[in-house]
């Protein structure tokens, strides 16, 4: 199960590192889909379209999500974001560096905001080779401020905290070379996973 944030400033900040919204229950004004120029036809910007969209939407308006599960989706293991590199992955660290930039008000993204967005997304091969990962750390910090201001009472803050926790985490790893373990855990995971169904389907018959 999957719960997304509900409200408008823990959605804008979840939206600068990923897409907080399940895109087949969305519903929205059709003149705010026009306003915007509605889904992006540059290909350098997709897949993924809905990521894209909704960063570009949230920068005008204010978005929520329903608190009540109302959707259910199946998960294909051979669906085109689990087979083999991820396709999504360079522009998901364009989008995610682009909202960055936004929301810290630093307009057109540098090379602080495109590692913060690799690191988090596991793109490793594109984080420069001079980072700078207390200026990475500043940059979430200072996007969360500014949306924080805007809601004094939300938990922004928190997550603010939960994020460079995350990103430290991740530096850390990768300066030990343990992020190359990753598609090993994958696999034990996926492996692990199989064998749970597999068993649930035994004791169900």
């Known amino acids: 199960m999957h719960d997304h944030p509900t409200d408008n400033a823990a959605l804008q900040f979840e939206l600068l590192f990923d897409n907080p919204f399940l895109h087949s229950s969305t519903m929205l004004r059709k003149t705010s889909l026009d306003a915007v120029g509605g889904y992006s036809t540059d290909r350098s910007r997709q897949p993924p379209e809905d990521y894209e ?17 109302l959707t259910i989706y199946r998960e294909m293991p051979r669906s085109l974001s689990r087979v083999g590199s991820n396709p999504f992955q360079e522009k998901l660290v364009l989008i995610s560096s682009e909202n960055l ?16 967005a690799a690191l ?18 500043r940059v979430i910090a200072q996007a ?8 004094p009472g939300s938990d922004v803050s928190e997550r603010v ?6 990103l430290l985490l991740k530096y850390r790893l990768r300066r030990a ?8 855990v994958r696999l034990l995971r996926r492996h692990f ?13």
């Open 53 to 69: 969209l909704w960063s570009r939407l949230a920068r005008r308006y204010k978005v929520a999500n329903l608190p009540e599960r």
């Open 101 to 116: 930039a936004h929301a810290a008000g630093d307009g057109v993204p540098d090379q602080r905001h495109r590692d913060v």
């Open 120 to 137: 988090i997304h596991n793109a490793y091969q594109m984080i420069s080779g001079k980072h700078d990962i207390d200026g990475m750390c």
């Open 144 to 151: 969360g401020a500014r949306i924080h201001a805007g809601v």
């Open 161 to 166: 905290a939960v994020r460079i926790g995350s």
């Open 177 to 184: 070379g343990l992020h190359r373990l990753r598609p090993v």
């Open 193 to 205: 996973s199989r064998a749970e169904a597999a068993e649930l389907g035994d004791r169900t018959r």
